[in-house]
């Protein structure tokens, strides 16, 4: 007998192929130091200030300090994360980072002329950086437990990078660590994903880093980013988190994803993954389920082009269980919410049908409502 399941769009939705309960954990920590030095104005300290700079005109680098302790288990994943300002434009180059030896430097202390050396292994580069955005680079290779670590910044650019400090308080640099993995029983095929994705805010990294540790495929439930869905958004606030995960992710696109004409930056960052541009519906086998990902922003109606398309594939389809996915979900939203569109059908078929167990996978999933 044949299974359906469907998943409509959520800020937090898992589907997993085994009932293994998840192990991974992660701990956020703030520097316990970090300021910044500059080369024409050798004797004066930033320490205080409420921001950090990379810069090569002046030559402006800067330094971080992380205390880390209480990690019990294997760190899988360990991200720095940098805010960029709200008052700078950003910069096309985010800077150099690099580890250092020197943990013992003085933050109020520090200044051009006696600033420690940026002297470890080159962690990570980033590119161009928006204002009022968060930005990561995986330090696994120096951050592996609990102890005292040290991170420098430098950039080759003229056009500086200025990132919020820990003066600044809720947008204070963080360094994020995931310890343990979430591993399914071998052979089983795993499904991991959400929607509303990506903003300025801290979400999208905190959901990333849950699924640092989770392996298989990842699907997007549209609103990939927000407000407008547009190519500066998807570079500035997916890119640097979920992008990590693209080439094994499988999208939808969203509401939030069509406010730029035809969804155009959602096909030109997801490429032919994101199915035939400006169509945005395609399927795909994942072991014994037939996965169908559907465009609810786009006709649905009985006898539109999606319509006939969805009827031949799932004819065609060989698998026992199917499953489906789109942005908005088949109910009208409350009251409260925003009135929005929604799948011009809903039948009986494609209400909450989620098998506890269909060809040895289990299928779990939390939802709330998209916005």
């Not at 013992?104 to 470890?120: H, V």
Request: hydrophobic share 30%; aromatic share 8%.
């Amino acid at each position: 007998m044949a299974t359906v399941a469907v998943l409509v769009a959520a800020t937090a939705t898992v589907v997993v192929a085994s009932a293994s309960p998840a192990s991974a954990a992660t701990q956020t920590f703030t520097p316990v130091a970090d300021t910044y030095v500059q080369s024409d104005a050798t004797s004066t300290n930033y320490g205080t200030a409420t921001q950090i700079v990379v810069d090569n005109s002046p030559v402006r680098r800067l330094f971080l300090r992380f205390t880390v302790s209480g990690v019990s288990g294997t760190v899988t994943a360990a991200k720095l994360r940098l805010r960029t300002i709200s008052g700078n434009d950003g910069s096309a180059n985010g800077g150099t980072f690099k580890a250092m030896s020197n943990t013992s430097w003085s933050e109020t202390g520090t200044t051009w002329a006696n600033q420690p050396a940026i002297d470890g292994a080159t962690l990570g580069t980033l590119g161009a950086v928006s204002r009022d955005g968060w930005y990561e680079i995986d330090v696994k290779a120096l951050v592996t437990g609990n102890g005292t670590f040290s991170i420098g910044g430098s950039s080759t650019n003229t056009d500086g990078a200025y990132y919020d400090s820990r003066e600044s308080g809720a947008d204070a640099p963080q360094l994020v660590l995931t310890t343990g993995t979430t591993t399914p029983p071998s052979g089983d095929p795993v499904f991991v994903g959400a929607g509303d994705i990506a903003n300025s805010g801290s979400g999208d990294s905190a959901t990333a880093a849950l699924i640092d540790s989770i392996p298989g495929t990842v699907y997007t439930l549209g609103d990939n980013v927000y407000d407008s869905g547009t190519a500066s958004e998807f570079n500035s606030y997916y890119e640097p988190t979920w992008g990590r995960f693209k080439s094994r992710t499988r999208p939808t696109p969203g509401n939030h994803d069509y406010v730029t004409s035809g969804a155009s930056a959602y096909y030109s960052y997801f490429g032919s993954v994101a199915g035939p541009s400006g169509r945005g519906y395609y399927s795909f086998d994942l072991g014994n389920w037939h996965i169908v990902s559907l465009n609810s922003n786009i006709s649905m109606s009985a006898g539109s082009t999606q319509e006939q398309w969805l009827r031949t594939d799932l004819a065609a389809s060989t698998k026992p269980c199917t499953l489906a996915y789109w942005h908005h979900p088949c109910s009208p939203p409350a009251p409260t919410t925003r009135r929005r569109r929604r799948p011009a059908r809903c039948t009986r078929r494609c209400t909450t049908t989620t098998p506890t167990s269909c060809c040895g996978a289990t299928t779990t999933s939390t939802s709330a409502s998209a916005r």
